[in-house]
């Protein structure tokens, strides 16, 4: 076994070292080699006899070794610190190769933080200065998951003319992010590279990130990608109407995001069931210029379940008709959508938004909804119910600053099922005009609750006493300033308990479809 170099020797022979094992993120736990022909001597002989192959990471060289084929057994290679300008024709006989790292380029299982299950490349193309990437993608065959490129725009024509995408079915999810210069992408530059990055005929989801086109890219056509199930547009900022051209849509397409298109107007051509017949779920987002969403021919759409509308300030629609709806969340400032929702399926839905002002709950139509959360600062009323609800089990309401009367809800025979109730930082809470909640009504028309919250509700001034709620198995109440006859904090049933600390939810594309809980 050769001596361990001195890698802090300034004696300049830094270039011919070989990582051979070890913990690769500990510096100190680093083992090196010297190479002789191009090989590390004891690494040479163990390749050969077919030893201690799973793991080689070359260190501190401006080029590997160029013969790959002596490391068929490998499983992870670092060149991460090295300039590489090419790989070796026989490259692809790596046949385990698990893992693999250059500078700007990376494969493997979780390599860029994603939080859920991830596996596949992910590009950098404005620290890949040659392409190295590209050509990773031309010569590996066992590539597989989901393929990333950051910062298109600095992705030259002619490496992403050797990715050649189109042919490479390995990939089932493509995310292009063109970067923040993006609009200074040559025009000749910009439609040479659109086209080699046409994702391959298996892609199953499509993320557009920063997309600097003012139409949808040419090759974005259901005879292009018949297997799209997901597809994300992301802060195009120039991005307009057409998304769709032809009288054909994406027969496989469930999931449709788009967030941050700030330019785009009207969505009545591509939300319609011809060109999206079996879309699930529907999320909108930060469009401050969309007006057009034909909310009102949702009912078409017989496989929709979840609809996400928020930030949308200009939207003009008047009503949601969606008899397949399961889940909605909804911003109270986009039109008078909240002024007439027909949605016989729903069961959760989650209303927010800082304009709203009111809610007429006789002009809602969902006699299957289980949960209600309403949260926003210029609530000021809930109108009288027109419907019982009756399968409705939690009522939150939230951050209401403003809202000064729930007669409409707690009243008469509205909530026959109610178990849980949550009433958080509602200042003004009133019923009759007078800051208190009748103490009877825990007992009689709310005697199926079985959790209780009041959270910060400075103005309420009586709930009834502690008899009128000790019936309640959960309670929670405390800064309540004003509450007479009940001692805060009061905690019992499973909020006395003390719980495990909970761990920050990951975001991911998956939370899009994640309705709020809690306050």
């Known amino acids: 076994m050769p001596s361990w170099p001195n890698t802090n020797s300034s004696s300049g022979d830094s270039n011919s070292w070989l990582h ?29 006899n077919g030893e201690d192959e799973d793991r080689l990471i070359f260190c501190k060289c401006h080029q590997p070794a160029h013969r790959y084929v002596a490391f068929q057994g490998s499983m992870v290679l670092c060149v991460k610190k090295c300039q590489v300008e090419s790989l070796p024709s026989d490259f692809n006989r790596l046949i385990n190769l698990w893992r693999f790292e250059s500078q700007g380029f990376k ?26 990437g590209c050509r990773f993608i031309k010569n590996v065959k066992q590539l597989r998951g989901h393929l990333v490129i950051n910062n298109v725009y600095k992705l030259s024509k002619y490496h992403s003319a050797d990715a050649n995408l189109k042919n490479k079915d390995c990939f089932d999810k493509v995310t292009l992010q063109w970067g923040k210069w993006s609009t200074k992408f040559s025009e000749e530059n910009k439609i ?5 990055l046409q ?20 090759w974005f056509e259901p005879q292009s990608l018949p297997s799209l199930t997901s597809v994300s547009f992301l802060h195009c900022d120039r991005l307009r109407n057409r998304i ?13 995001i788009i967030d941050g298109c700030c330019r785009l107007s009207s969505l009545k051509q591509l939300l319609h069931p011809t060109y999206l017949p079996v879309i699930k ?31 949308c300030g200009k939207i003009n629609s008047e009503s949601l008709t969606a008899p397949s709806l399961k889940k909605l969340m909804l911003d109270g400032s ?51 119910s027109g419907h019982v609800f009756t399968n409705l089990t939690s009522l939150t309401i939230s951050w209401c600053d403003k809202l000064s009367t729930i007669d409409g809800l707690l009243e008469k025979e509205y909530l026959p099922a109610i178990e849980s109730i949550t ?8 019923m009759h005009g007078e800051r208190s909640i009748p103490g009877h009504l825990w007992s009689s028309t709310l005697s199926s609750l079985q959790e209780l919250q009041i959270h910060f509700c400075w103005d309420l001034v009586s709930i009834g006493g502690a008899d009128d709620i000790s019936e309640i198995q959960n309670v929670w109440i405390e800064d309540c300033r004003n509450l007479k006859g009940i001692e805060q904090p009061l905690k019992r049933g499973s909020f006395f308990i003390a719980k495990k600390k909970e761990q920050p939810v990951k975001t991911s594309s998956k939370s899009v479809w994640c309705m709020p809980t809690g306050d």
């Open 192 to 196: 040479e590279v659109l086209a080699d």
């Open 423 to 430: 009433f958080a930082d509602c200042m003004s809470l009133s």
């Open 244 to 256: 769709l051209n032809g009288s054909t849509g994406f027969s496989s397409l469930t999931d449709l």
């Open 199 to 218: 994702p391959p005929a298996s892609t199953k989801s499509l993320v557009l990130e920063g997309y600097p086109g003012v139409s949808r890219p040419s």
């Open 20 to 48: 051979g094992g070890g913990d690769y993120s500990d510096p100190d736990e680093h083992i090196y080699y010297p190479i002789e022909d191009g090989y590390p001597r004891w690494i040479r002989d163990k390749a050969w």
């Open 281 to 311: 779920r529907i999320a909108l987002m930060n469009c401050r210029y969309l007006v057009s969403v034909p909310t009102e021919r949702f009912g078409d759409f017989r496989c929709l379940e979840i609809f996400k509308l928020l930030n």
């Open 107 to 132: 494969y493997g299982p979780n390599i860029r933080g994603f939080p859920e299950e991830y596996y596949g490349v992910n590009i950098d193309a404005a620290e890949d200065k040659f392409g190295l």
């Open 334 to 384: 986009c039109g008078n959508l909240t002024d007439n929702i027909q949605c016989c399926s729903l069961t959760n839905f989650f209303l927010t938004g800082s304009s709203l002002t009111s809610i007429q709950l006789q002009m809602w139509n969902l006699p299957a909804l289980q949960e209600l959360h309403i949260k926003g600062g210029s609530l000021t009323s809930i109108g009288q």
